[in-house]
């Protein structure tokens, strides 16, 4: 039975043999029987952290860069862990989000400021659905389509509170802010997730070898 690794010395040298002993073969011949199944687990394991970890660092970049509030960010950022064909997905909603959301909203008597934007002629009030939002009628001199993207504002009826809303009475376009230039950060943060992923990939294997090397039979 082999007794592992070990060394020899006379009086002019040493010698160092590496070899492994009967448990760290036994061991080994445990993984091989079951790497398919260890790989996987390290696999999704690697996957769904480098989803978190890409979760946390896009909508920081996205935060900072559209100066809008981490956390109503977040709620735009998916992760969906891995599934049957061994793929992970994080989704990230792009289209424009409400400017009540990016921030909180102050209101003046010449409008509504909201994380550094200013919106003339607004008014932050509950006027569809439970929560308040910034309106302005689009009928002010203030109004200005590029502060309120995907805002329908010619027709009449009232509607869902999401795109735009408006009645017979006083036609109100919602404030929102487009989220189209974040687009490039996807691309960039991929190249680095690969990167991440690839040094996780390698420290959850080798949790699972030493796992095995430990004696353990679960998986």
């Known amino acids: ?50 989803l978190r970890w890409l979760r946390t660092y ?30 992970g997905k994080l989704w990230f909603g792009i289209n424009p989000i409400e400017s009540s959301r990016i921030g909180r909203p102050r209101q003046s008597r010449s409008g ?12 932050f009030k509950k006027v569809y659905g439970n929560q308040a939002d910034i309106w302005i009628r689009t009928s002010s001199k203030h109004f200005s389509s590029k502060d309120y993207p995907e805002s329908q504002v010619s027709g009449a009826g009232s509607g869902s509170g999401w795109v735009s809303e408006q009645d017979d009475r006083f036609p109100l376009a919602k404030a929102k802010v487009s989220l ?21 990939l390698e420290q959850e294997l080798n949790f699972e070898l030493q796992k095995y090397l430990r004696g353990s039979k679960r998986v």
């Open 58 to 87: 896009i909508a920081r970049a996205v935060s900072s860069k559209e100066r809008i509030a981490v956390g109503a960010v977040r709620q735009r950022l998916r992760a969906y862990t891995v599934n049957s064909n061994g793929q």
């Open 180 to 200: 189209d230039d974040v687009r490039p950060t996807f691309e960039e943060w991929l190249k680095r997730a690969d990167e991440r992923l690839l040094a996780i």
């Open 112 to 123: 509504v400021s909201v994380a550094g934007r200013r919106y003339q002629g607004a008014f």
């Open 1 to 50: 039975m082999s007794i592992g690794s070990y060394v020899r010395q006379s009086s002019s040298d040493g010698m160092i043999t590496l070899q492994p002993s009967a448990v760290d073969m036994q061991a080994f011949k445990d993984v091989a029987a079951v790497v398919p199944k260890a790989a996987a687990a390290a696999q999704r394991r690697a996957i769904n952290k480098t």
